[in-house]
């Protein structure tokens, strides 16, 4: 828990960014109109797969069990965003083809 509090006091500036980031998402994507939704989906799957490198990397180089962790939560959601992504778009294109 020690450590904890540490990592929050010593990237207390990087977690307001992560927060603001957030809620700038949060705004853009509920702009954007359904018919973008395809595309920018192709485009998040791209940005989970470059997290999930990253995050392999990170646990590489883990010298903690925090980083450690961090780094396996941030490789399994990255891949819960890329096979939901993928699922998404092919449910969509799925539409666009002639029924027989």
């Known amino acids: 828990m020690n450590e904890l509090l540490k990592f929050i006091s ?3 500036e990087l977690i307001y960014i992560l ?19 395809t595309p920018l989906m192709s485009g998040a799957n791209a940005l989970s797969g470059v997290v999930i490198i ?17 780094g396996f939560v941030a490789v399994v959601l990255g ?4 096979v939901g992504g993928f699922a998404v778009t092919d449910r969509m294109l799925q539409m666009f083809k002639k029924k027989k």
Do not use: C, R, W, Y
């Open 19 to 37: 927060i603001l980031a957030i809620f700038i998402g949060v705004e853009l994507i509920k702009n954007v109109p359904s018919v973008l939704h």
């Open 54 to 70: 990253g995050a392999l990397l990170v646990m590489l180089k883990a010298d903690t069990p925090l980083a450690l962790g961090m």
């Open 10 to 12: 010593n990237n207390l």
């Open 79 to 82: 891949i819960i965003n890329v």
